[in-house]
């Protein structure tokens, strides 16, 4: 079945400590968008790419950095510039072709603690 | 950036049917108005969207007002799995890069 898969679910890290973590899709679909969820909060983006090898930061880019080398993949690094990185992490993806209608298909998230 | 308004929370009993609020006054001739929804430490999930007109699917049926200011999602019979937070979003048709914010959306609480 088509999807995508976030890993790791759940993470620890140590301050100072950059992690990156990983979000596939093989869906084909041309955008793919990191969000961040704060506990009892909604979603806020982060990084979104339209196509390979270009993105746009999002709302809360600041602390975080993306590539998009491949069409299936979208890795997020937390940097240790960011300051309060403990959150719940997803990925989504979308078509490219008519955004307006284009529906969200979204991973399970990856749970990040800053110890 | 158009934005929507939701109650934070609503209760339903099981079985019941649900109608869900959201306000977008700002809301522009080219936005699409979509609904998600996210179970407790899951992604969230797409439930319906529309434009203009009425929608049903298996999942709910959204309503739009004919001045599109506001919608309602129904869902037709409430059950303890369709407790979760719904969000209420816009979304551009012209510009993918125009992205989502999901604000705090409505918690739905489902009594046995």
């Known amino acids: 079945d088509g999807g995508i898969t976030q890993s790791p679910k759940y993470l620890f890290r140590k ?7 990983s979000c596939e899709q ?5 955008a793919m968008y990191w969000y961040r969820q704060d506990p009892g909060q909604g979603l806020r983006l982060i990084y979104y790419s339209q196509i390979v090898n270009d993105f746009q930061k999002g709302d809360i880019a600041e602390g975080y950095s993306v590539s998009r080398e491949k069409k299936e993949s979208f890795p997020l690094t937390v940097t240790s510039a960011q300051k309060n990185p403990t959150a719940f992490y997803l990925c989504a993806s979308s078509l490219q072709g008519a955004p307006g209608a284009n529906v969200l298909t979204f991973g399970a998230g990856s749970r990040l603690t800053v110890l | 950036d158009a934005k929507t308004t939701q109650p934070n929370s609503m209760e339903s009993n099981e079985e019941e049917p649900v109608h869900l609020p959201c306000n977008h006054s700002t809301i522009s001739g080219t936005d699409y108005i979509h609904w998600y929804r996210q179970l407790p430490s899951q992604g969230p999930e797409y ?3 529309g434009l203009t007109s009425n929608v049903n699917n298996r999942m709910a049926s959204l309503a739009i007002a004919e001045d599109r200011k506001s919608s309602t999602l129904i869902l037709h019979r409430a059950t303890l799995r369709d407790a979760a937070v719904y969000y209420c979003i816009l979304r551009d048709r012209r510009d993918a890069g125009n992205m989502l914010t999901f604000g705090g959306g ?4 489902v009594k046995p």
């Open chain 1, 26 to 30: 093989n869906l084909n679909h041309d």
């Open chain 1, 15 to 21: 301050e100072g400590q950059n992690v990156t973590l």
């Open chain 2, 47 to 49: 439930v319906i969207h």
């Open chain 2, 106 to 109: 409505t918690r739905l609480m």
